[in-house]
């Protein structure tokens, strides 16, 4: 599965060449907090390279099962959107894992002590995965484009900002899972994996769920706001603009994402 990990681990040192202890407010530490998040991955680009063409094998392995008719175009019309978001899913819910191993080595503690706003700590984590998110999808888009895919701009970009949301949601609860399960790192991938396969599926990335499932697996789809996200991405990746599909994907995405400070918020609380 594509995801983009990180393969270095922050020093204490990097927070206090980017933390700013002058720098006024949330946005600036939120910054702050983001850049030293890239900094291992921008140190090891070959294996930032080698997690952006997960997506592509998976894609090429997998679209060519699909068939065009009754998906409402070409199967990568279809296909594509879904990816992008798993992508962005995967991604975002192995946030938590960096702050484990910080966790372990006594970094996040001493990041604590720092100027840095603790929601800022957990918010610019959160965007960190949204980099890498933003490249995978945009090569995705530029590999498809020449085959049976019909690129809108447009539609494209709007539907990147809904993953945004979401990504933010997951990563903060990602963060989250990972200081509730500090020191018992079996614990958070454990969690971390049995979520994460049911809300693809139920969530129609690989196959849809249309009228031929059963009650109880529609019912387990509804209740699943990636559904509709991905919904809302099919739709928009397609060139339409349907008000309902992608109001509704807009608010699952937003419900996820305060959902995710929220909790990630509360949670920092009292950890600390």
Same mark, same amino acid.
């Given at each position: 599965?594509?995801?983009?990990? *990180?393969?270095?681990?922050?020093?204490?040192?990097?927070?206090?060449?980017?933390?700013?202890?002058? /720098?006024?407010?949330?946005?600036?530490?939120?910054?702050?907090?983001?850049?030293?998040?890239?900094?291992?991955?921008?140190?090891?680009?070959?294996?930032?390279?080698?997690?952006?063409?997960?997506?592509?094998?998976?894609?090429?392995?997998?679209?060519?099962?699909?068939?065009?008719?009754?998906?409402?175009?070409?199967?990568? &019309?279809?296909?594509?959107?879904?990816? %992008?978001?798993?992508?962005?899913?995967?991604? /975002?819910?192995?946030?938590?894992?960096?702050?484990?191993?910080?966790?372990?080595?006594?970094?996040?503690? *001493?990041?604590?002590?720092?100027?840095?706003?603790?929601?800022?700590?957990?918010?610019?984590?959160?965007?960190?995965?949204?980099?890498?998110?933003? $490249?995978?999808?945009?090569? %995705?888009?530029?590999?498809?484009?020449?085959?049976?895919?019909?690129?809108?701009?447009?539609?494209?970009?709007?539907?990147?900002?809904?993953?945004?949301? !979401?990504?933010?949601?997951?990563?903060?609860?990602?963060?989250?899972?990972?200081?509730?399960?500090?020191? &018992?790192?079996?614990? !958070?991938?454990?969690?971390?994996?049995?979520? %994460?396969?049911?809300?693809?599926?139920?969530?129609?990335?690989?196959?849809?769920?249309?009228?031929? $499932?059963?009650?109880?697996?529609?019912?387990?789809?509804?209740?699943?706001?990636?559904?509709?996200?991905?919904?809302?991405? *099919?739709?928009? !990746?397609?060139?339409?603009?349907?008000?309902?599909?992608?109001?509704?994907? /807009?608010? $699952?995405?937003?419900?996820?994402? $305060?959902?995710?400070?929220?909790?990630?918020?509360?949670?920092?609380? *009292?950890?600390?």
């Amino acid at each position: 599965m594509s995801t983009l990990t *990180r393969t270095g681990t922050a020093t204490p040192a990097d927070a206090v060449t980017t933390g700013t202890p002058d /720098a006024p407010g949330f946005l600036a530490d939120t910054w702050n907090v983001m850049l030293r998040e890239l900094r291992p991955m921008l140190r090891e680009p070959a294996s930032v390279l080698f997690a952006m063409v997960q997506p592509l094998v998976f894609l090429a392995l997998f679209a060519p099962l699909l068939p065009d008719e009754g998906l409402g175009g070409s199967a990568l &019309q279809w296909f594509v959107p879904g990816i %992008i978001a798993m992508t962005a899913l995967m991604g /975002a819910s192995m946030t938590g894992s960096n702050l484990s191993l910080e966790i372990n080595t006594g970094s996040h503690e *001493r990041l604590l002590v720092s100027p840095l706003r603790r929601s800022s700590l957990l918010v610019g984590r959160a965007l960190k995965e949204v980099v890498p998110m933003l $490249a995978q999808a945009l090569l %995705i888009v530029a590999v498809v484009t020449p085959f049976s895919f019909d690129l809108h701009p447009g539609g494209v970009l709007l539907g990147l900002a809904i993953l945004t949301l !979401f990504s933010v949601g997951i990563g903060a609860l990602s963060f989250a899972l990972a200081l509730v399960s500090a020191g &018992q790192d079996w614990l !958070f991938w454990t969690v971390q994996q049995t979520l %994460i396969f049911p809300l693809l599926l139920l969530a129609g990335v690989l196959l849809p769920i249309d009228e031929s $499932a059963p009650g109880w697996l529609r019912l387990l789809a509804d209740l699943n706001p990636l559904g509709y996200i991905i919904e809302a991405e *099919r739709a928009l !990746f397609a060139g339409t603009l349907p008000a309902g599909t992608v109001a509704q994907g /807009a608010l $699952a995405a937003a419900a996820v994402a $305060a959902l995710g400070l929220l909790v990630g918020l509360r949670t920092m609380k *009292r950890s600390s």
